[in-house]
């Protein structure tokens, strides 16, 4: 069966969603006979190659928050991501255009290193406060996870090199009706939005395994670079 997995590097809930699939796969006895597909979506496709602000500074200005807000709302995202065994620090969080990691996401995917290259480019942005938009950081990432730095190098330099993937991914996805993400696709026919609790995910793993009858379920996404908390409104 195959998981197809829309979702960005610079979105948090995307993050959580990834762990917590993670998680109900460990706990899925068919497990070893699953795949994991990532696709593209950008948050924020005008986003610079080169952050000019912090992300707090960046939302703020964007959606009219206050810092204390933006504060608030981190802080939160923080904690839920905790529970995940994940360690958010949206404090050295540098948002830049995502469209070249994309494109080597789509490179990494036909090694067979996708998947390590996914989380290696999200603990870099939510953990470490790396540049995902600077093509030297990318390469020695991508170069952690076993891919060559040389054509990793060379895809970059590329303007078009994986372009039109990343691309394609965008319109299926908008095809699918998906505006926020996470968004899982469970065996071409099973909808789950946002990032679902562990046994919510196993349980829709479980009923497309079965081949039951089509549902679409719904959790916590980011919707245009705003990542809402349970109890947080933006503005």
């Not at 597909?37 to 496709?45: N, Q």
């Amino acid at each position: 069966m195959q998981i197809d997995v829309w979702s960005d590097v610079v979105c948090p809930w995307c993050y959580v969603g990834k762990r917590r699939l993670e998680q109900a796969l460990a706990r899925f006895a068919h497990r070893d006979d699953v795949q994991v597909v990532w696709h593209s979506f950008e948050l924020d496709p005008n986003a610079p190659k080169e952050a000019t602000m912090s992300l707090g500074e960046l939302l703020g200005k964007k959606y009219g928050m206050s810092r204390e807000k933006v504060d608030a709302m981190q802080a939160s995202l923080t904690s839920v991501a905790a529970l995940d065994g994940l360690a958010f620090a949206f404090e050295k969080a540098r948002p830049e255009n995502t469209f070249d990691a994309h494109r080597l996401l789509h490179f990494a995917a036909g090694l067979g290193l996708q998947g390590a290259l996914k989380e290696r480019l999200l603990r870099a942005y939510f953990t470490e406060g790396r540049r995902i938009g600077d093509h030297a950081e990318l390469t020695a990432l991508a170069a952690e996870v076993g891919l060559d730095p040389a054509a990793v190098a060379a895809v970059l330099a590329a303007p078009d090199a994986y372009a039109r993937d990343v691309r394609a991914d965008q319109d299926s996805g908008r095809a699918l009706g998906i505006r926020g993400v996470p968004f899982f696709v469970l065996d071409k026919k099973y909808g789950v939005s946002g990032a679902q609790p562990a046994e919510a995910l196993l349980a829709a793993i479980t009923q497309a395994w079965g081949e039951r009858a089509p549902s679409v379920a719904a959790g916590e996404v980011c919707e245009d670079g705003v990542c809402a908390v349970p109890g947080e409104t933006a503005g």
